[in-house]
């Protein structure tokens, strides 16, 4: 008996043993929108687009505008010829915007918390050119540029 006893003994350390030797190893993380030469997004910051340098490339037809407020908020009125796609469904629908233009995301955020989100989100999946625009959706209609409401 007192020889079971020393083998279970020595069959556990080692056991302990070995797990203790093991390392995890880290997840690759999948992407799904890749593009070769983009740079990461620091935490808290992204890219932001004046009213004034937006409004200029809405007119040259440069731009698509990206609401990303629920779907509710973007039919009671949002830039004419905007694209409603909210926050939690940027990656998945991403494909629906029109590639070669700048893409300026926009809320309703004083601070464009939502947009600077899915403009950092963009950003760090590979996307170039995107902007989250200053002063939001509020701003862009105090300023009397083009509006719409409904769902499209």
């Not at 992407?31 to 808290?44: K, T």
């Not at 340098?53 to 905007?82: C, M, P, W």
């Not at 760090?124 to 995107?130: F, P, Q, T, Y």
Request: glycine content about 10%.
């Amino acid at each position: 008996m007192r020889k079971s006893i020393v083998v279970a003994l020595s069959l556990m350390l080692t056991g302990a043993f070995a797990q203790a030797q093991m390392k995890p190893q880290p997840r690759p993380q999948k992407s799904p929108i890749v593009v070769s030469g983009a740079q990461q997004a620091q935490e808290g910051s992204f890219p932001r687009i004046s009213q004034a340098n937006a409004y200029k490339l809405y007119k040259e037809g440069k731009a698509v505008f990206i609401d990303v407020r629920s779907n509710s908020q973007f039919s009671t009125g949002h830039i004419k010829g905007a694209l409603s796609i909210p926050g939690s469904q940027m990656l998945g629908r991403f494909n629906e915007v029109m590639p070669g233009k700048t893409v300026i995301t926009y809320c309703a955020c004083s601070a464009e918390q939502s947009s600077g989100h899915a403009a950092t989100t963009l950003v760090n999946h590979g996307v170039k050119n995107v902007w989250a625009l200053k002063g939001g959706w509020n701003d862009w209609k105090a300023n009397g540029y083009p509006t719409a409401t409904g769902p499209k």
